[in-house]
């Protein structure tokens, strides 16, 4: 039983992973449990300090992946329309392709600035804070998923 533990742990870690790129899956989720799986080995455990602090950040990195494109737009001048537009983007971007998902906020801020009455220049800029913000809410997913994957492998190799 182990054995199959510990292998659908590493598949999970490895979906984690896949997921902090590919929006379809829920990554940092996904890596969480592969830890989680490990943990109720018999071979290997974590402190429960551990776990709760990771948890913490996995709930925390999720909120921040769909807060953050927000908080971009806003940072790079954009208005209510265009912070909302990215957070509307965003939600339905999630419906779409993995393009949807990069999109999705940068189009959606674009269109609240053109409504708020922004010229071509200031809404691109507002959008471009969306993307940003999207780039960096995965740069934090991958940094999340890659913790947990040298956690998992450390724990094997020790």
Same mark, same amino acid.
Request: aromatic residues 14%.
């Given at each position: 039983? =182990?054995?199959?533990?510990?292998? &659908?742990?590493?598949?999970? &870690?490895?979906?984690? +992973?896949?997921?902090?790129?590919?929006? %379809? +899956?829920?990554?940092?989720?996904? $890596?969480?449990?592969?830890? #989680?799986?490990?943990?109720?080995?018999?071979?290997? *455990?974590?402190?429960? !300090?551990? /776990?709760? %602090?990771? @948890?913490?950040i996995v709930v925390a990195v999720? &909120?921040? =992946?769909?807060?953050?494109?927000?908080?971009?737009?806003?940072?790079?001048?954009?208005?209510?329309?265009?912070?909302?537009? $990215?957070? #509307?983007?965003l939600i339905i971007g999630l419906? @779409? $392709?993995? %393009?949807?998902?990069?999109?999705?906020?940068?189009?959606?801020?674009?269109?609240? !600035?053109?409504?708020?009455?922004?010229?071509?220049? *200031?809404?691109?800029?507002?959008?471009?804070? @969306?993307?940003?913000?999207? /780039?960096?809410?995965? +740069?934090?997913?991958?940094? %999340? $998923?890659?913790? +947990?994957?040298?956690?998992?492998? =450390?724990?094997?190799? @020790?």
């Amino acid at each position: 039983m =182990d054995l199959f533990l510990i292998i &659908l742990s590493g598949l999970f &870690l490895l979906a984690g +992973l896949l997921g902090t790129v590919l929006p %379809v +899956l829920p990554g940092v989720p996904l $890596s969480y449990i592969g830890i #989680i799986l490990l943990h109720l080995t018999s071979k290997y *455990q974590f402190s429960t !300090e551990f /776990l709760i %602090v990771w @948890a913490v950040i996995v709930v925390a990195v999720q &909120l921040l =992946d769909y807060l953050i494109p927000a908080w971009g737009t806003k940072k790079w001048g954009g208005s209510k329309f265009g912070v909302w537009g $990215s957070t #509307i983007g965003l939600i339905i971007g999630l419906f @779409a $392709s993995p %393009v949807g998902i990069i999109l999705g906020p940068f189009l959606g801020a674009l269109i609240g !600035e053109f409504i708020a009455g922004k010229n071509s220049w *200031q809404a691109m800029k507002s959008a471009f804070g @969306a993307f940003a913000g999207f /780039l960096i809410g995965t +740069l934090l997913k991958l940094i %999340v $998923s890659g913790f +947990l994957i040298y956690y998992y492998v =450390d724990t094997l190799i @020790a």
